[in-house]
């Protein structure tokens, strides 16, 4: 019995455990990203772009919106990172960038990066420092389709936060 009580309060210390690096973003142009997979099997990931300390803007379902910065209530992984070329001068039009895209449709067509009609969360992230300031955080990795975590693997970002629950 007592084995039993200590395996189980071994496991609930896991569970509970969290690491931590740098303080949460909330500074306007991080970059969010979570690796999340569909039903633990499809690497799905999401993106946003940090708007404020409780805002970011991100492309979900119903389209590109403001939404809440809280994301370590509701991720278990996440990375925050930044472009490494770019001041936060730059970050903040990046996210302006992704603002002025409110109200656009979700692009369900993941290979579609050219159109500028509706996104997908880190097509919109990635369009917006392309657009911007032609730099291109694509690795080709997933093709013709820019993946969430392409935006944290980009030679040309610099992760500044990691969060695991």
Request: glycine share 6%; hydrophobic share 35%; charged share 20%.
């Amino acid at each position: 019995m007592i084995a039993t009580t200590l395996c189980l309060s071994m496991e609930t210390t896991k569970v509970l455990a969290s690491t931590e690096n740098g303080p949460y973003p909330t500074r306007r142009g991080v970059i969010l990203v979570t690796p999340d997979k569909y039903k633990n099997l499809i690497p799905t990931g999401h993106a946003a772009i940090v708007w404020s300390e409780t805002q970011v803007v991100e492309s979900l379902s119903d389209g590109v919106g403001m939404h809440s910065n809280d994301w370590k209530k509701r991720k278990s992984k996440i990375y925050g990172v930044t472009v490494a070329s770019t001041n936060t001068g730059q970050d903040r039009t990046a996210a302006y960038w992704c603002k002025k895209q409110c109200g656009k449709k979700y692009n369900f067509n993941y290979l579609d990066t050219k159109t500028r009609k509706k996104f997908y969360c880190s097509h919109l992230v990635w369009a917006s420092f392309l657009d911007s300031f032609k730099i291109n955080l694509d690795t080709s990795a997933f093709g013709d389709a820019v993946h969430p975590m392409e935006l944290v693997n980009s030679s040309k970002t610099v992760t500044v936060y990691t969060y695991t629950r």
